[in-house]
């Protein structure tokens, strides 16, 4: 034994001796980077890797790769200024549209935030117009992401003056910058941030109270400013009550006009009231010792005083959370402090993010988490801590890079108050100042010094140049290099090109990215000149066509088109299903998962037009390929340049069968078509999932026979997976529980009227509801309809009487200006009639919900004997009894019941094992073999559903 351990030993230390050191670091490169192929990007580290200390490679020269062909003559990016601070003082965006168009507004704002992730504050109101107080407002807490564009937000407060309540939501773009996607009206948001890049927060100004009543300063009237639109104001309190500090913050909504003006508490004790001054500005009365800091979204409405003081801001930093950091050097008397704080642990989602009230306490201080956000490789984002220290604030949080931003409402002391400087990355004094321009040439860029440079395709490195690889030029280090064959692919390829720095105390290997990285290029493949995915992100189909993102290119961002809407194609997106398998008769389910429709509320939109232009090919004859799913687009009007293409997609779908009838199944039409002056215009009335521009010589690739055998047995892994438990419940009798069809006629109005319903008021076909084409529409009076199902049409009287569960339900929401009331009643009944058991749900109030569809009903169980009929009636109307349809909507009505056959008696499945924590897998496996099963046989599956209508 002590032999074995005398070798392992020598082993151990010839391991440390010769690689030890290299292979550390490499390791660390490796979790630092992260890329997707760690074990290529670890064998390129070991391979290019120097060890000056090793005294087999002392003499031995690094590998030159002479592909840096930067030179004089290349126009290089200029260096960037340094980020931080921003010399402006915060970021805002507006938007507009008409009533009932939703619009975009563009932040100059990037989700990926790298080292210390970011926190911040959006501030966001509408005015939609009418009296003052149509309007409203939303305070939101945001988190970003390291990188790859990720975010998350949560809405913290929310005031609603008149109909609509706040609809504001936050998307990202391709290349992570954020967008407000806001409701019609004129919209306005603002967002502060503890990243001084994004501003340095200086628009905050502090007021002291004075008399009864003090003047905030701010014009509650909108519509006087340089844009029509309402406000939103966040306002930090604090003063003193019987000797003891008290703190609050506080969120004003203010309107257009006619001085409106609501106040909601957000944190703290309600000791402030609000109010609007005779010179229509924004008041408050309080504690008689009161301060306030005062941030309103639109510095154009603030009154600027004579004599007044910006409120006091510290914007720091930490390279480790752990260590305390000082966010006040001195605590008041009583004092405001609101505190963004944010962490990361490494790339991708791995950030964190708080929001904490701290008040000074009569005996110290308090803190308050406000709000919270985690992403991956965290359980929860309320990490921090605060202490008063001597007379300074001090807090800790979790270890790793964290940012803090600290508004208060103390009086700003004219000097500095960001402490941003130091590179959270390396701990380096400054980061190293860099940009990048990424192209389907290849890349080019620029260093402010030496640097090692990593450029990486899809996570996998293709080049690290040293910093000696760099050519020297006018304002720093230059490098180029073009793509080589085979780096690029067909579809989409993403681009990342970074620093890799040396901390300066871990020793650690850190990624820095450069300005323009990440960025995303696509390679479309020979024969196609133009895809694009509606509705979706960009995809690239088993074919190697590519499908570009619709929002990268019809993404409308004025209201000079259409009076503002979101998408220069006109329609609305619509998801059809999350599990892309469920569309059958195709392998891209994910293409056809969502589609652009004319089925939405505004008249202006419901259409859908794709302008394309500047194709840059030959004027002649082409191929058209239309994506679309199910049998229905083939009713519907479709035209090319003019010319109506409706019977040559028809001809095409009929080859198909609608597996099921669902509206499931992907289908695709190829269609002759002519192209001039490089453009074309493709106007369609039915739903759309794709479409492509095809050469007439464009063939989709034929699998090999090696691929096919690779699929087969692909598929029979996939098979090997489930049939042990296949094979064991074959064996049985087993519990199969199903429902029957829907036994309501016309549930959701797809006849186009309202017939199989006895009804009363005055009802309309609505175009688009609960996935279903059509819904029913109430107006200004109650509108009931009503419908009863005999059971004994569909169930013997043996079947009814044990019982079996019955299903009633109906999805509803708001009328199309908001607003309204719904009621719905469901019963059981004997023969003659007669109630055996009833659902009742009592009439709702106001219904605003943000559009959102709700499900009434209920599940009849344990009724007992006698069961014939049951019956469903719902009732709906508009509560602002205006002329017109703008009533409740109800959709997708359902009666159902519950089949059901028993197992044998005394089988319990004793002898099957089954794993419970696999399920899930097991599921998710099971999805993708149905779904390839579906698709590689539906001709049999064809021609099985024929045999079984005979």
């Known amino acids: 034994m002590d032999k074995v351990k005398e070798e392992a030993e020598r082993y151990s230390e010839y391991v440390r001796e010769k690689l030890g050191d290299i292979l550390s670091s490499a390791v660390a490169d490796v979790a630092a980077a992260r890329p997707e192929d760690p074990i290529d990007f670890l064998a390129h580290r070991l391979y290019t890797t120097r060890e000056e200390s090793t005294g087999s490679n002392e003499d031995k020269p690094r590998e030159i790769i002479n592909d840096n062909v930067c030179d004089e003559s290349t126009e290089l990016p200029p260096l960037p200024q340094r980020e931080r601070p921003a010399n402006f003082k915060c970021l805002t965006a507006f938007g507009h549209s008409k009533w009932p168009i939703r619009n975009f507004a563009k932040l100059d704002f990037n989700v990926n935030s790298g080292h210390g992730g970011c926190a911040g504050l959006l501030l966001a109101s509408d005015f939609y117009g009418g009296a003052g107080k149509c309007c409203n407002s939303r305070i939101s807490f945001l988190r970003c992401g390291f990188d790859c564009n990720h975010f998350s937000h949560a809405n913290l407060k929310d005031s609603k003056g008149e109909h609509f309540g706040p609809e504001q939501k936050y998307i990202v773009d391709e290349e992570g910058g954020f967008l407000g996607d806001l409701q019609f009206g004129s919209n306005h948001v603002m967002l502060l941030t503890n990243d001084s890049k994004n501003g340095r927060l200086g628009n905050g100004f502090m007021v002291e109270a004075s008399g009864n009543e003090t003047d905030l300063c701010v014009n509650v009237n909108g519509s006087e400013g340089s844009k029509n639109g309402g406000g939103t104001t966040l306002i930090l309190c604090s003063g003193t009550e019987e000797n003891k500090p008290v703190t609050a913050i506080y969120m004003i909504s203010t309107g257009g006009k006619e001085n409106y003006m609501a106040s909601s508490l957000m944190s703290g004790g309600d000791k402030w009231k609000f109010g609007v001054t005779a010179r229509n500005t924004l008041s408050v009365s309080g504690p008689g010792d009161s301060r306030y800091a005062v941030y309103h979204n639109?510095?154009?409405?603030?009154?600027?005083?004579?004599?007044?003081?910006?409120?006091?801001?510290?914007?720091?930093?930490?390279?480790?959370?752990?260590?305390?950091?000082?966010?006040?050097?001195?605590?008041?008397?009583?004092?405001?402090?609101?505190?963004?704080?944010?962490?990361?642990?490494?790339?991708?989602?791995?950030?964190?993010?708080?929001?904490?009230?701290?008040?000074?306490?009569?005996?110290?201080?308090?803190?308050?988490?406000?709000?919270?956000?985690?992403?991956?490789g965290y359980t929860t984002g309320d990490l921090w801590k605060f202490e008063k220290s001597g007379n300074t604030i001090v807090v800790t949080g979790p270890k790793g890079p964290c940012r803090y931003v600290v508004l208060s409402n103390n009086e700003y002391k004219d000097q500095q108050y960001i402490f941003q400087d130091v590179c959270l990355a390396t701990g380096s004094p400054q980061p190293i100042r860099g940009q990048v321009e990424i192209t389907m040439q290849g890349v080019q860029g620029i260093v402010e010094k030496p640097s090692k440079v990593s450029i990486q395709v899809d996570g996998k490195v293709v080049r690290i140049f040293e910093p000696d690889d760099l050519k020297k030029v006018k304002d720093g280090f230059g490098f180029k290099r073009l793509w080589k064959s085979g780096e690029l692919h067909c579809g989409a390829n993403l681009i990342k090109v970074t620093i890799l720095g040396k901390h300066v105390t871990l020793g650690t290997e850190e990624v820095i990215p450069l300005q323009g990285s990440p960025c995303q290029l696509e390679v479309q493949k020979d024969l196609v000149y133009y895809g694009l995915n509606c509705g979706g992100p960009t995809y690239t189909a088993l074919n190697g066509v590519t499908y570009t993102s619709e929002h990268r290119q019809f993404a409308s961002f004025t209201y000079d088109f259409n009076c503002g809407s979101r998408c220069l194609a006109y329609g609305k997106s619509c998801g059809l299903v999350t599990i892309y398998e469920l569309i059958n008769n195709t392998h891209d389910g994910f293409l056809y998962a969502t589609v652009r429709t004319k089925y939405t509320e505004p008249l202006d939109e419901q259409k859908v037009i794709y302008t394309v232009k500047s194709l840059q090919i030959p004027d002649g004859q082409y191929i058209l390929r239309l994506h679309y799913v199910g049998k229905r687009s083939e009713t519907h009007s479709i035209s090319f340049n003019g010319q109506s293409i409706s019977s040559e997609v028809a001809a095409a779908g009929d080859k198909v069968m609608d597996i099921g009838e669902q509206g499931l199944t992907a289908m695709h039409a190829d269609i002759p078509v002519t192209i001039n002056n490089n453009q074309f215009v493709l106007n369609s009335m039915a739903p759309i999932a794709g479409f492509a521009l095809l050469d007439k010589a464009f063939k989709d690739p034929q699998k090999s026979e090696e691929e096919l055998r690779n699929e087969r047995e692909e598929k029979s892994r996939l098979s090997d997976k489930i049939e042990p438990v296949t094979r064991a419940m074959l064996r049985k009798e087993m519990e199969i529980v199903g429902w029957s069809q829907n036994l309501l006629k016309n549930f959701s109005g797809e006849e186009g009227d309202l017939s199989h319903w006895n009804i009363s008021g005055d009802w309309v076909i609505h175009e688009g509801g609960y996935n279903t084409e059509k819904a029913f529409k109430t107006s200004n009076m109650w509108c009931t309809k009503y419908q009863e199902v005999d059971l004994t049409q569909h169930f013997s009287e043996q079947y009814l009487d044990?019982?079996?569960?019955?299903?009633?339900?109906?999805?509803?929401?708001?009328?199309?200006?908001?607003?309204?009331?719904?009621?719905?009643?469901?019963?059981?009944?004997?023969?003659?009639?007669?109630?055996?058991?009833?659902?009742?749900?009592?009439?709702?109030?106001?219904?605003?919900?943000?559009?959102?569809?709700?499900?009434?009903?209920?599940?009849?169980?344990?009724?007992?004997?006698?069961?014939?009929?049951?019956?469903?009636?719902?009732?709906?109307?508009?509560?602002?009894?205006?002329?017109g349809h703008y009533g409740v909507i109800m959709s997708n009505s359902v009666i159902r019941v519950k089949r059901e056959v028993h197992s044998a008696e005394g089988d319990k499945f004793e002898d099957i094992e089954m794993d419970p924590d696999d399920n899930s897998k097991l599921s998710s496996k099971v999805d993708g073999l149905v779904g390839k099963v579906l698709t590689d046989n539906s001709e049999l599956l064809k021609n099985y559903l024929q045999y079984l209508g005979k």
């Not at 914007?315 to 009583?334: F, I, N, R």
């Not at 943000?850 to 009434?856: G, I, T």
């Not at 014939?868 to 602002?880: M, P």
């Open 298 to 376: 639109r510095e154009e409405l603030v009154l600027q005083e004579p004599g007044m003081k910006q409120s006091n801001v510290l914007m720091t930093q930490a390279w480790d959370g752990t260590e305390p950091t000082v966010l006040a050097d001195s605590v008041p008397s009583h004092g405001c402090f609101v505190v963004l704080c944010s962490n990361s642990s490494g790339a991708d989602d791995h950030t964190c993010a708080a929001f904490y009230l701290v008040s000074v306490e009569a005996d110290g201080i308090a803190y308050k988490l406000v709000s919270k956000l985690h992403g991956e």
């Open 802 to 883: 044990t019982a079996p569960d019955i299903q009633v339900t109906e999805w509803y929401r708001e009328g199309v200006c908001g607003g309204g009331h719904y009621k719905m009643e469901a019963h059981l009944l004997d023969g003659e009639g007669n109630p055996i058991k009833s659902h009742v749900m009592p009439e709702t109030g106001r219904i605003y919900r943000n559009n959102k569809w709700e499900q009434s009903g209920t599940v009849f169980s344990n009724y007992g004997p006698g069961v014939r009929y049951v019956s469903i009636q719902s009732s709906g109307k508009d509560d602002k009894y205006w002329g």
